[in-house]
C-alpha cells in the first residue's frame, strides 16, 4: 500500500478516536479543563511506553532532532490546553472551529519550513472543505468573548505547528511511539504542579470517563502521528474533517442531537472534496510513475 493512502487510513481512525475522545470529555462533566488534559496525556504515555517496550525501540532522540521533538511537545501542549480551555469556555461549535484551523496552520508551516510545495487545486481543496466545516458548525463570532477566542485561535496555530513538527521528525527517522511518548510525559509534566495544589475529587464514573478519553485519545494520537510520518500536510489534511462526520454519527446515538440542513450540506460538501482530492493525488502519482517508465 502507497504511503499516502495508509496516511489517509490513519488520519481517519485518528478523527473517529478524537470524536470518542471528546464524547467522554463530554461525559466527564465538570471538571478542570487542566485535570482533563493530564488524564488525557498521562494514559497516552503509559500507551506509548507499553509499545515502545513491546516493540524493543529505545527511548531516544537524535541530537540533531531535539529542537523538533521539543516544538512537537511544546505546541502539541499548548494547542491541547488552548482548545480545552475555548471549549470550557465558548459555544461549543464555535470552538470546534478554530481548533479546525490546525490543517491550514499545517499545511501553511510544511510549505514555510518543510519547503513542500502546494499546488493551487490543493490549496482550493482544503478551502473547499473548510466551508464546509462553517456549514456545519455555524460559527457566531458576535457571540464570542475575546480572550476564550484568541486562546482557541492559538490553540489551532499550536496543533498545526505540532503536526508540522511531526512531519519533519518522521522523515528523519523518528519513530511514531517516540514522538507520542515525548509530547504525553511533556504534556503531563507541565500540567502536573497545577493538579497537585488544584485537584478535583472524581467520582468513580468520571475516572472511567477520563480514561476511556485517555484511550482514545491515545489511539487518535498513535493515528495522526503515522499520518503525518507517512504524507505530506497538504495532501491528507482535507481527510481529518472527516471527525464531523463522525462527531454527527454519535452525537445522534449518544446526545440525541440531530443534525439541521445546514450540516447535512457541509457533510456533503467534505465528503466530496475529501473524495475529489483522494483521487486528484492518486492520478498525479500515477501520472508521474507513467511518465517514469
Same mark, same amino acid.
Given at each position: 500500500?502507497?504511503? !499516502?493512502? !495508509?496516511?489517509?487510513?490513519? +488520519?481517519?481512525?485518528?478523527? %473517529?478516536?478524537?470524536?470518542?475522545? /471528546?464524547? @467522554?470529555?463530554?461525559?466527564?462533566?465538570?471538571?478542570?479543563?487542566?485535570?482533563?488534559?493530564?488524564?488525557?496525556?498521562?494514559?497516552?504515555?503509559?500507551?506509548?511506553?507499553?509499545?515502545?517496550?513491546?516493540?524493543?525501540?529505545?527511548?531516544?532522540?537524535?541530537? #540533531?532532532?531535539?529542537?523538533?521533538?521539543?516544538?512537537?511537545? @511544546?505546541?502539541?501542549?499548548?494547542?491541547?490546553?488552548?482548545?480545552?480551555?475555548?471549549?470550557? *469556555?465558548?459555544?461549543?461549535?464555535?470552538?470546534?472551529?478554530?481548533? !479546525?484551523?490546525?490543517?491550514?496552520?499545517?499545511?501553511?508551516?510544511?510549505?514555510?519550513?518543510?519547503? #513542500?510545495?502546494?499546488?493551487?487545486?490543493?490549496?482550493?481543496?482544503?478551502?473547499?472543505?473548510?466551508?464546509?466545516?462553517?456549514?456545519?458548525?455555524?460559527?457566531? %463570532?458576535?457571540?464570542? #468573548?475575546? @480572550?476564550?477566542?484568541?486562546?482557541?485561535?492559538?490553540?489551532?496555530?499550536?496543533?498545526?505547528?505540532?503536526?508540522?513538527?511531526?512531519?519533519?521528525?518522521?522523515? *528523519?527517522?523518528? =519513530?511514531?511511539?517516540?514522538?507520542?511518548?515525548?509530547?504525553?510525559? %511533556?504534556?503531563?509534566?507541565? &500540567?502536573?504542579?497545577?493538579?497537585?495544589?488544584?485537584?478535583?475529587?472524581? &467520582?468513580?464514573?468520571?475516572?472511567?470517563?477520563?480514561?476511556?478519553?485517555?484511550?482514545?485519545?491515545?489511539?487518535?494520537?498513535?493515528?495522526? &502521528?503515522?499520518?503525518?510520518?507517512?504524507?505530506?500536510? =497538504?495532501?491528507?489534511?482535507?481527510?481529518?474533517?472527516?471527525?464531523?462526520?463522525?462527531?454527527?454519527? %454519535?452525537?445522534?446515538?449518544?446526545?440525541?442531537?440531530?443534525?439541521?440542513?445546514?450540516? +447535512?450540506?457541509?457533510?456533503?460538501?467534505?465528503?466530496?472534496?475529501?473524495?475529489?482530492?483522494?483521487?486528484?493525488? /492518486?492520478?498525479?502519482?500515477?501520472? !508521474?510513475?507513467?511518465? #517514469?517508465?
Amino acid at each position: 500500500m502507497r504511503s !499516502k493512502n !495508509k496516511a489517509i487510513i490513519f +488520519i481517519l481512525c485518528s478523527a %473517529f478516536c478524537f470524536t470518542l475522545m /471528546n464524547a @467522554f470529555i463530554r461525559l466527564s462533566g465538570d471538571l478542570p479543563f487542566i485535570q482533563k488534559s493530564f488524564f488525557r496525556n498521562s494514559v497516552a504515555a503509559v500507551c506509548a511506553l507499553a509499545i515502545l517496550r513491546k516493540d524493543g525501540i529505545k527511548i531516544s532522540c537524535a541530537k #540533531e532532532n531535539r529542537l523538533a521533538m521539543f516544538l512537537r511537545a @511544546f505546541c502539541g501542549t499548548a494547542g491541547l490546553l488552548c482548545n480545552f480551555y475555548a471549549v470550557d *469556555r465558548l459555544v461549543l461549535s464555535d470552538a470546534s472551529m478554530l481548533n !479546525k484551523m490546525s490543517p491550514f496552520f499545517a499545511v501553511v508551516f510544511s510549505a514555510i519550513f518543510l519547503k #513542500e510545495k502546494t499546488t493551487s487545486f490543493q490549496v482550493c481543496t482544503v478551502i473547499a472543505a473548510f466551508v464546509g466545516s462553517l456549514f456545519i458548525i455555524k460559527p457566531t %463570532f458576535s457571540n464570542m #468573548e475575546l @480572550f476564550p477566542s484568541i486562546i482557541g485561535f492559538i490553540g489551532g496555530l499550536g496543533a498545526g505547528a505540532a503536526y508540522t513538527c511531526v512531519r519533519y521528525l518522521g522523515s *528523519r527517522g523518528e =519513530k511514531g511511539p517516540v514522538i507520542v511518548f515525548f509530547f504525553s510525559v %511533556f504534556s503531563c509534566a507541565v &500540567t502536573l504542579p497545577y493538579l497537585i495544589f488544584n485537584f478535583v475529587p472524581m &467520582t468513580l464514573y468520571q475516572t472511567v470517563m477520563l480514561l476511556l478519553t485517555g484511550v482514545f485519545a491515545a489511539g487518535g494520537q498513535f493515528a495522526i &502521528t503515522a499520518a503525518y510520518t507517512h504524507a505530506p500536510a =497538504k495532501e491528507i489534511s482535507v481527510f481529518d474533517y472527516s471527525q464531523v462526520i463522525f462527531s454527527a454519527i %454519535f452525537g445522534y446515538f449518544m446526545f440525541e442531537q440531530i443534525p439541521d440542513v445546514f450540516s +447535512i450540506l457541509g457533510y456533503f460538501i467534505i465528503i466530496s472534496v475529501a473524495i475529489v482530492m483522494f483521487i486528484y493525488n /492518486n492520478r498525479g502519482s500515477d501520472d !508521474k510513475k507513467t511518465s #517514469e517508465g
